[in-house]
Protein backbone atom coordinates (compact mmCIF):
# COMPACT_ATOMS: atom_id res chain seq x y z
CA UNK A 1 0.00 0.00 0.00
CA UNK A 2 1.12 3.49 -0.89
CA UNK A 3 0.49 5.15 2.39
CA UNK A 4 1.97 8.68 2.49
CA UNK A 5 4.54 8.90 5.63
CA UNK A 6 4.71 10.46 8.92
CA UNK A 7 8.28 10.88 10.11
CA UNK A 8 9.58 12.56 13.27
CA UNK A 9 12.58 14.89 13.30
CA UNK A 10 15.05 15.12 15.77
CA UNK A 11 14.23 17.75 18.18
CA UNK A 12 16.65 18.97 20.96
CA UNK A 13 15.76 20.98 24.11
CA UNK A 14 17.55 22.41 27.09
CA UNK A 15 16.65 25.75 29.26
CA UNK A 16 17.15 28.14 26.02
CA UNK A 17 14.17 26.62 23.93
CA UNK A 18 13.96 23.68 21.48
CA UNK A 19 15.78 22.89 18.40
CA UNK A 20 14.85 20.76 15.28
CA UNK A 21 16.50 19.39 12.58
CA UNK A 22 15.54 18.31 9.10
CA UNK A 23 18.64 16.59 8.22
CA UNK A 24 19.17 13.38 6.50
CA UNK A 25 15.86 12.25 6.34
CA UNK A 26 14.46 12.58 2.99
CA UNK A 27 14.83 10.58 -0.24
CA UNK A 28 15.22 13.63 -2.17
CA UNK A 29 17.33 16.30 -2.85
CA UNK A 30 15.75 20.27 -1.39
CA UNK A 31 15.50 22.64 -4.52
CA UNK A 32 12.81 24.73 -3.42
CA UNK A 33 11.38 25.87 0.20
CA UNK A 34 8.10 28.04 0.84
CA UNK A 35 5.95 28.47 3.63
CA UNK A 36 2.26 29.37 3.29
CA UNK A 37 0.44 31.07 6.25
CA UNK A 38 -2.07 33.83 6.71
CA UNK A 39 -4.52 31.10 5.55
CA UNK A 40 -6.72 31.32 8.84
CA UNK A 41 -9.75 28.87 8.25
CA UNK A 42 -8.84 28.20 4.32
CA UNK A 43 -8.38 25.37 2.90
CA UNK A 44 -5.50 25.28 -0.16
CA UNK A 45 -3.43 22.83 -2.25
CA UNK A 46 -6.80 20.82 -4.20
CA UNK A 47 -3.58 19.47 -6.52
CA UNK A 48 -1.31 16.45 -7.01
CA UNK A 49 2.20 16.67 -9.38
CA UNK A 50 3.98 15.01 -11.89
CA UNK A 51 7.43 14.63 -10.48
CA UNK A 52 7.88 16.40 -7.39
CA UNK A 53 7.82 15.14 -4.05
CA UNK A 54 7.12 17.64 -0.46
CA UNK A 55 8.16 17.46 2.42
CA UNK A 56 5.46 19.18 4.69
CA UNK A 57 6.33 20.76 8.46
CA UNK A 58 3.57 22.52 10.68
CA UNK A 59 5.60 25.65 12.32
CA UNK A 60 2.96 26.88 14.23
CA UNK A 61 -0.70 25.77 14.39
CA UNK A 62 -2.58 23.61 13.63
CA UNK A 63 -2.74 22.24 9.37
CA UNK A 64 -4.98 19.39 8.62
CA UNK A 65 -3.56 17.15 5.43
CA UNK A 66 -5.80 15.17 3.34
CA UNK A 67 -4.18 12.68 1.02
CA UNK A 68 -6.25 10.63 -1.59
CA UNK A 69 -3.58 8.22 -4.09
CA UNK A 70 -4.32 4.84 -5.96
CA UNK A 71 -4.56 3.08 -2.36
CA UNK A 72 -7.42 5.39 -0.64
CA UNK A 73 -7.72 8.28 1.44
CA UNK A 74 -5.60 9.46 4.34
CA UNK A 75 -6.06 12.20 7.37
CA UNK A 76 -3.39 13.75 9.07
CA UNK A 77 -3.26 16.57 11.34
CA UNK A 78 0.14 18.81 11.44
CA UNK A 79 0.62 20.29 15.16
CA UNK A 80 3.72 19.85 15.83
CA UNK A 81 6.83 21.21 14.17
CA UNK A 82 8.64 17.67 15.10
CA UNK A 83 6.33 16.42 12.75
CA UNK A 84 6.79 16.28 8.83
CA UNK A 85 4.27 14.76 6.33
CA UNK A 86 6.31 13.17 2.95
CA UNK A 87 3.47 13.99 0.15
CA UNK A 88 4.88 12.20 -3.16
CA UNK A 89 4.14 13.16 -6.65
CA UNK A 90 0.55 11.00 -7.24
CA UNK A 91 -0.48 12.16 -3.78
CA UNK A 92 -3.58 14.64 -4.46
CA UNK A 93 -3.60 16.87 -1.03
CA UNK A 94 -6.02 19.38 0.37
CA UNK A 95 -4.79 21.50 2.99
CA UNK A 96 -7.01 23.13 5.69
CA UNK A 97 -5.34 25.97 8.16
CA UNK A 98 -6.18 26.42 11.38
CA UNK A 99 -5.82 30.26 12.83
CA UNK A 100 -2.36 31.37 12.60
CA UNK A 101 -0.80 28.09 10.92
CA UNK A 102 2.30 28.59 9.55
CA UNK A 103 3.09 25.91 7.27
CA UNK A 104 6.48 25.10 5.73
CA UNK A 105 7.33 22.99 2.39
CA UNK A 106 10.06 21.74 1.01
CA UNK A 107 10.12 20.64 -2.24
CA UNK A 108 12.13 18.23 -4.85
CA UNK A 109 11.96 20.77 -7.66
CA UNK A 110 11.31 23.91 -8.25
CA UNK A 111 7.98 25.85 -9.28
CA UNK A 112 6.80 24.76 -12.55
CA UNK A 113 3.26 25.26 -14.03
CA UNK A 114 3.47 21.72 -16.10
CA UNK A 115 3.91 19.81 -12.91
CA UNK A 116 0.58 20.24 -11.32
CA UNK A 117 -2.08 17.88 -11.93
CA UNK A 118 -5.91 19.08 -11.34
CA UNK A 119 -7.66 16.16 -11.28
CA UNK A 120 -7.72 13.38 -8.46
CA UNK A 121 -7.94 10.52 -10.82
Known amino acids: MNR ?3 IF ?3 FKDERGSLTVLEKKLDFPI ?3 YWIYGSDQ ?6 RHKKTQQALISLYGEVKIQIINKDGKFS ?3 DNPTKCLIVEPDDWHDMEFN ?4 LLIAASHFFDEKDYIDSIY
Do not use: C, S
Not at 42 to 47: A, E, F, I, T
Not at 99 to 102: E, K, L, P, S
Open 42 to 47: QKRGGH
Open 31 to 33: KRI
Open 99 to 102: RNAI
Open 9 to 11: LPT
Open 76 to 78: YLL
Open 4 to 6: PKM
